[in-house]
RNA sequence: GCACCCGUAGCUCAGUUGGAUAGAGCACCCGCCUUCUAAGCGGGCGGUCACUGGUUCGAAUCCAGUCGGGUGUGCCA
């Protein structure tokens, strides 16, 4: 039981005393540390409701409140009710989060099967620096919700069954180099694909020849299987090559293509079904009038004044289907082959209108009961504020950041670092480096556009992931220098000086903290979190020596510490990045 | 036109169901390494939370409107 859940229990059934009633009293983490640590305005909140006075009902129900072994409460303003833990409490606390593999954090009282989609880049194009918000925030979200108790599946739903292969498959046929496929298979298939791209938006016939080539590979064309089946080889090798060092794996990788079967019997349904209806040679799906409100309803736009059919198009009128199909059959897919309650699809915020319509339709069909919920993202910008591009106008592939990033580290760690070896040297910059950039990514608020800063992200101080690192790495500095066994286990600690009061008050909300970043798919509330936690630690590294200090402060200090390298170690981890042992 | 998102310190960003004197980092200024890693710590400077109304004991937060920015808007994903 976290701290928040023991003085909820305590508030509700002092207010329930009072009241004669059941009610419900939240408690939160103090905004202001002068006021106490934790505070509920539940009196004010009920006072309001019943038009009674909210101090007078504060002042009942601390008269009524059981906080022994907890810590004091008062009374504030209009009617807050403050809590302050004692020391004892925080000691005791400690002792039994070091004893807690969990390290404090409460299982999930309603476990979900959750399918986490997220990254699914697109096969036969490089990934770039577009697909790193996405990657790297499901990524943590899976984490956090496997972690907090819940199935999680994570699943790859890479673009391999889309537009861009009639252009590839065009562009190959027409002009592919052999040598340049071997020597560097991305590039070469990128370049095709710019090749095709290009000319087709200047030439009409080029845009049907590469529908063409679609077409055909939907329709099991030999020639155009084969070629597709090259490229899917040689893009997954370059993509395990970048989900490697981002430290990310799949439980699947179902792209659009492992659907391909379930198109034309689902296109075929929802007519027979009365779902869908022919338009402009296009198989659609429209608005049933649900919502009644048009402006809510994401088969309708307002044009010239009217509100006029905006609608889901399952089966372009070439005969090729298209995404939305393929998003469909993957829904039900999941529905009905793993059981999924819920879906959560990380992905970039201008597609909020696919998805609306998606889940739409979801709730027509057989996954009425499921939780579909479309968690996007905002921009990547450049320093100029503008979205971020190269020189060539292309998105920066996301190779070439990360190499950018690794080389912004190694400069620091040359200068900086106390590792001794050259190996060690280029791997700490290489942890370093992507740490980094996976740190400031999830450090913001996801629906934020944000400003890529290479020069801010690896700075040698502030808000950073080699920040919270480098407060792991001066902790274990102190155990390697520890010359005698010591079972901390068996410690119970004492906390006297404020520096190693606040540094376990910070140690006990780690099981506060977690299940909220899911009320929201909001990992920056855990960044946050492990800053707040290491500052903590770096101020407790200054004003409480440990070596130096006699044995049973010393031993105290040891607890605070092994615990907060576990948090912290932790934490980090269920963000995707890991902490070198010396830096 | 319509829909969605955003507007907080010079800069980059936090701010949990509405809470108390709105917080960090960067930059700038002043201190702290013969003592466990200075990628650190302590202190200072800095805001009319875009604007106007409303809701109430209380609004950066909720509602309405205005201004500014972004995104999307029938066969791309």
């Known amino acids: 039981m976290t701290l928040i859940q023991d003085l909820e229990s305590r508030l509700a059934a002092a207010f329930h005393s009072v009241l004669g009633e059941s009610v419900t009293a939240p408690v939160v983490a103090a905004t202001d540390l002068r006021f106490g640590d934790y505070q509920s305005n539940a009196a004010m909140a009920l006072a309001k409701q019943r038009k009674t006075n909210p101090r007078a009902l504060a002042e009942q129900v601390i008269a009524a409140l059981d906080l022994s072994g907890l810590g004091t409460a008062d009374i504030a303003g209009p009617g807050f009710i403050n809590f302050r833990i004692s020391p004892e409490t925080f000691a005791a606390r400690a002792k039994a989060q070091l ?13 979900k099967t ?5 990254s699914a880049p697109n096969v036969a194009k490089p990934m770039h620096i577009g697909h790193i918000r996405s990657t790297i925030i499901g990524a943590a979200l899976a984490s956090i919700a496997r972690f907090l108790g819940h199935r999680v ?4 739903h890479i673009g391999d069954w889309g537009t861009q292969f009639g252009m590839v498959t065009w562009a190959w046929k027409q002009c592919l180099d052999e040598e340049a496929l071997l020597a560097n298979p991305l590039q070469e298939l990128l370049r095709l694909y710019r090749h095709a791209s290009d000319l087709s938006k200047a030439d009409d016939a080029v845009r049907e020849a590469c529908r063409q080539e679609l077409v055909k590979l939907q329709q099991g064309d030999e020639e155009n299987f084969e070629i597709w089946q090259r490229c899917i080889e040689l893009s997954r090798a370059g993509l395990d090559k970048i989900y490697d060092r981002l430290d990310v794996s799949f439980d699947h990788w179902l792209g659009e293509s492992s659907y391909d079967a379930a198109l034309a019997p689902l296109v075929d349904r929802l007519l027979a079904e009365g779902l869908a209806r022919e338009s402009d040679g296009a198989v659609c799906i429209f608005s049933n009038g649900d919502p009644a409100d048009p402006a809510k ?17 399952v089966r372009k009128s070439d005969g090729a289907f298209n995404y939305s199909t393929t998003d469909i059959a993957t829904v039900e897919f999941r529905r009905k082959e793993w059981n999924a309650d819920a879906a959560w699809y990380v992905v970039d915020h201008r597609q909020s209108q696919h998805f609306q319509q998606l889940f739409a339709v979801a709730g027509r069909l057989d996954c009425a009961g499921m939780d579909l919920r479309h968690i996007s993202f905002g921009t990547i910008l450049g320093t100029d504020g503008k979205p971020l591009k190269t020189r060539a106008g292309d998105l920066p592939q996301l190779d070439d950041v990360l190499d950018e990033a690794v080389a912004a580290a190694t400069t620091a760690v040359a200068e900086r670092s106390r590792v001794e070896t050259d190996q060690e040297r280029a791997d700490l910059a290489e942890l370093i480096g992507i740490s980094a950039v996976k740190f400031t990514e999830l450090a913001h608020h996801r629906l934020s556009d944000y400003v890529f800063d290479l020069e801010k992200m690896l700075a040698l101080h502030g808000d950073t992931a080699p920040y919270i690192q480098n407060s792991v790495v001066r902790c274990r500095s102190i155990f390697r220098k520890l010359d005698e066994e010591v079972d901390l286990a068996s410690v119970n600690p004492l906390l006297a000086e404020d520096a190693e009061i606040h540094l376990a008050r910070y140690l006990a909300r780690y099981g506060e903290v977690l299940p909220t970043i899911l009320d929201d ?7 946050a979190y492990l800053l707040e936690l290491a500052r903590a630690y770096h101020s407790f590294f200054e004003a409480c020596p440990v070596l130096k200090a006699e044995i049973p402060v010393r031993n105290s200090r040891l607890v605070l510490c092994e615990l907060t390298i576990r948090v912290l170690v932790h934490g980090l981890g269920l963000l995707g990045i890991r902490c070198p042992e010396r830096m």
């Open 521 to 527: 798919h909001r990992p920056n509330l855990l960044t």
């Open 99 to 111: 004893a807690d593999p969990r390290l404090g954090v409460p299982l999930t009282g309603q476990p």
């Open 297 to 313: 309803d994401p088969f309708l736009t307002r044009k010239d004044g009217e509100w006029t059919d905006f609608p889901m198009i």
């Open 114 to 118: 959750i399918v986490v989609d997220f």
């Open 153 to 156: 599946i994570t699943d790859n």
